[in-house]
């Protein structure tokens, strides 16, 4: 991957060099996880994903993902054993990578869609701030539906943004509407840092819309 695209990365000073980190990401594509993993690990850090439960159960990929130690998330149910084992990672000071909006993005500009509140009660519960991480370029390469682009070269770009912290607010955890309205405030500073990558993207590679 590192060899086929053209990865950029900004702001890997805003991932900790050691202890816990919550890592917040946009979710453009079914590239993301790749492009997201190699930006922590250029950070020098080892990133746990919380990811659907249904890839654990692929052949070799369920027992690579087994292996990483990354969390299975059961949608749709109200689980919330993922967040008590993600609470577990953050206390032997990994960094947990999420995708507030659960799903790759479904709008046709790829902007981030509606977060939900799983990231922020992350951080509330364990103190730990919430790092926003934008990608822009992935969304021509792997969708679920519709034709991808492998064109060699391809920029794929990554920012990383200053860490959010909510520690002031821990007390505000049960408080549904001040929960949503932190989860509305990250969605909006990952939708800027989104348009920010892509008012600068290339040009000649804008053909992904």
């Known amino acids: 991957m590192r060899f086929w695209f053209d990865l950029r990365v900004e702001g890997l000073e805003h991932i900790p060099a050691t202890g816990p980190s919550i890592v917040a990401c946009t979710h453009l594509s079914y ?19 919380l ?12 027992a690579a993902f087994r292996g990483a130690h990354q969390i299975p998330v059961q949608r749709g149910i109200g689980d919330k054993t993922p967040l008590l084992l993600a ?3 953050l206390a032997r000071g990994e960094v947990v990578v999420i995708y507030p909006e659960g799903t790759v993005t479904k709008r046709e500009d790829h902007r981030p ?44 770009w990554t920012t990383i943004g200053e860490p959010i912290d909510l520690s002031a607010r821990r007390d505000e955890l049960e408080d549904r509407d001040a929960v949503k309205a932190m989860t509305a405030d990250l969605m909006t500073r990952l939708t800027a840092m989104v348009d920010a990558l892509r008012a600068r993207y290339p040009k000649r590679w804008s053909d992904d819309g």
């Open 31 to 49: 590239l993301d996880p790749l492009t997201n993993a190699n930006a922590v690990m250029k950070a020098g850090r080892r990133p746990r994903f």
């Open 51 to 62: 990811a659907k439960h249904e890839l654990f159960e692929i052949p070799v990929v369920g």
């Open 87 to 89: 609470e577990e990672s």
């Open 113 to 156: 869609m509606e977060g939900k509140t799983g990231t922020v009660r992350l951080s509330l519960a364990s103190g730990v701030p919430i790092v926003p991480l934008a990608s822009w370029g992935s969304q021509a390469v792997w969708q679920k539906s519709g034709k991808g682009s492998l064109t060699f070269g391809r920029p794929v």
